[in-house]
């Protein structure tokens, strides 16, 4: 299967193995729930799933690589209790708590979180002096003598053999005790994890022409060459810091990331072509409106390859303007919501400050997003737009405190804070919509109705940012562009299904 459905499949395993009965129960008892074993190929996602995974189910997450780890951190330490035994007193041999097991209840007492995801990785590349330990936690769910706490999911994950020489084949009797999944690198649904993370639009395009080049593995001479989603994703994060301090990346820095020679060599090529097109074509022009006549004449005699590079440019400029109101969108919604309670506060008997009603909310906004920061439950924007926002909820508080309003004025004062917010969101908003038509313009008259403007009526689609921006906005050239592509596209169905039929029909 490829990682999206396996994430579906954990997230439903979550909502099964955490239901419970009239009684409060667990409807499937600890020992009836299977853990899952995940078998894949490195840099597949494994990991990151998991994050995922936990986030949105909004329960806790502990990771481990058990390769870190020794049989006494995982299993605990040994130590002598005297105990008795009818009318003798013997010394018996126990262990302190794991250190996996610790760190759960840690897990616990920092997020509030009583349920979560324990996920092993690496499970089947332990030491021999390790593998009983992993074998007795596969089936019994226990490290040493402490069992892990009801409530929390066990998850594995490990690496085919013909990928690791260090790996140990599990018996029949390990198996028939997991649920075990097996991972295919898809790059179809990995573009869709890169678009919605946003990765760095040179990497999608140039998948884009070369899906070959997602992920492979080649032993020869030379050794073993490989490159990986991992490997994608963390070059396409060095990209995008690079291009924010103005430096360059060049082949020796890509074979860092994409391990092999043939790969790393044309991705460097066409990272600098597509540095190129950025420029020559002006791309910031042409989402401003003030496209030059060169541009659409060097379109007339352009490759496929850099046309196609050119309407990634151009999406990647319209992602970066629906990010930004997508941000203050947010950020506004989180502090209305904060004022909202304000104004009730400020509507009920009080023998207190404006200042000090309003204190309280702002602590139990910022409480709440350290408990959701410890507990991993907030996504790398949420957690932007909350840090934002409780800035400015903390400089309204700040003019409360100074002015000292009364009760019947004090809201006017975070109002005027507020409505700047609210101004700015709307000026992001004039911008990505400008923009978004300024794009319409360029795509319209620059590729007529070529394959170019289905790939990015698709690409508006199917980005997160994109979709949302235009469902909640609007844009009637997207909205008949799109019935128009579709109206093609199941004529060109029924086309290959009639020739099929005739075809078939022809046989008789």
Known sequence: MNIKRAKQEILRTVRAYLAKDDAGEYRIPAVRQRPILLMGPPGVGKTQIMEQAARESGI??????????????????????????????????????????????????????????????????????????????????????????????????????????????????????????????????????????????????????????????????????????????????????????????????????????????????????YRRYQDDYGVEDILNGTVKPAVYARLMNAAFDERLSLVGLVLAGLDARFAAHAQLQTVTDLCYAVLKDYTKALTAPADCSAHALYEPLLSAFEAETTQKTSANLLDKSTLAARREAAALLRSWGAALKAQRPSPDTAFTVVKAGFDQLNTRRMAAEDTADAALEFAFDFMTQGFANGQELVVFITELTLRPLAHTFITENGCDRYFALSRDLLLDSRRDTLRRELAAEQARFGQL
């Open 60 to 273: 806790a997450l502990v990771a481990y690589t058990i390769t870190h780890h020794t049989r006494q951190s995982a299993v605990g330490l040994p130590f002598i209790r005297q105990k008795v035994y009818g009318d003798k007193e013997f010394s018996v041999t126990e262990y302190t708590m794991s250190e996996i097991i610790a760190s759960i209840y840690e897990k616990m007492e920092a997020t509030g979180l009583r349920e979560g995801i324990l996920f092993i990785d690496e499970i089947n590349c332990v030491s021999e002096t390790l593998a009983p330990t992993m074998l007795q936690f596969l089936q019994c769910k226990t490290f040493g003598n402490q069992a892990v706490p009801a409530g929390w999911l066990i998850v594995a994950a490990g690496n085919p053999p013909e990928y690791n020489k260090s790996v140990h084949e599990f018996d029949i009797v390990t198996l028939d005790r997991v649920r075990r999944m097996d991972i295919e690198p898809d790059l179809g649904v990995w573009k869709e994890y890169a678009r919605a993370a946003r990765l760095h639009p040179a990497v999608l395009s140039y998948l884009e022409l070369h899906p070959a080049h997602f992920y492979r593995v080649n032993a020869d001479v030379e050794g073993t060459q490989f490159v990986t989603a991992r490997g994608w994703e963390d070059l396409s994060n060095l990209l995008s810091s690079y291009e924010a301090l103005g430096l360059e990346a060049d082949e020796e820095l890509v074979a860092q990331y994409l391990q092999h020679k043939e790969v790393a060599a044309e991705f460097a090529a066409y990272l600098a072509l």
